[in-house]
C-alpha cells in the first residue's frame, strides 16, 4: 500500500542587503557583497571603542592618586564614569580594524574581475591600491591611500598572526597630565587606531561613488 504523499515543500528565497539575485530556467545564482557588512561592524567597533575607553579625566585623577601614594598628601577621589570598560574597548578595536581590513580586501575581491589588473607580486595592500586606482578614480588620493593602506594591513596581519612574546613597552596614549606606557599590543589596538579603521573602510565607499570609465 503505498504512503500518503507528504505536505508539498515550498521554495523561498532569503535576500540579504546588497545582494543579487538572478534566475534562468533551471537555475538560480545569488551574489553577495560582504564587504559591505565588514564596513558596518568596522565603523559600528569603531565607535563602540571610542564610547568605552577610559577619558583622559579618569586617567589623570588615577595617575595623580599613585604619584601620591605613601605621602602625607590625600590623593583625590578617582571618579567614575558609567560605561567605561577598557578591555572591552581594546576588543572592539581589535574588530574594528580587522574588519576595516576584511571589507577593502572583500571589495578587491569583487572589483578585481572587473578591472582585470595585471599579474602583481607587490604585497596584498599594494595589489590593493593598484587595483582600485585602475577601477576608479582615486586621483590626489593615492598618496594618502597608500600610506593608510600600509597601516592598515600591517596592523590587521599583526594582531591576526600574533605572536605572544616580550617585547620593549611604548608610549600607548598621552593626555594633558599622564603619559600611558604599556604593551606594543596596547598601542596597535586602542580606540584611537580603532577610529582610523572606520575611515579607512568608507574607502569602499569612496572608490564606488567615483569608478573610471571602465566599469560604468
Partial sequence: MAKPAGPKLRTVFTLPPGAMFITRPGKATMSVPLWRYWVEIAE??????????AP????????????????DIEAPQVPEFPGVDDVKSMRCALVSVAAAAHAIDGLYGSTKPLIRPPKSGAARHRQ?????????????????WADDLEWL???????????EDQRLMVVSRVT???????????????????????PNSQKCHRALSHPSQGIH
Fill in 128 to 144: 590593493i591600491l593598484e587595483t582600485l586606482k585602475l577601477g576608479f578614480v582615486v586621483g590626489k588620493l593615492a598618496t594618502q
Fill in 176 to 198: 594633558s597630565q599622564t603619559v600611558v606606557v604599556g604593551g606594543l599590543e596596547s598601542y596597535q589596538i586602542n580606540a584611537a587606531n580603532a577610529s582610523q579603521s572606520g
Fill in 56 to 71: 583622559d579625566e579618569q586617567i589623570d585623577a588615577m595617575s595623580l592618586s599613585l604619584s601620591l601614594a605613601g605621602t
Fill in 153 to 163: 594591513f600591517d596592523t590587521r596581519d599583526a594582531i591576526v598572526h600574533h605572536a
Fill in 44 to 53: 559600528e567597533n569603531a565607535a563602540l571603542s571610542m564610547a568605552l575607553q
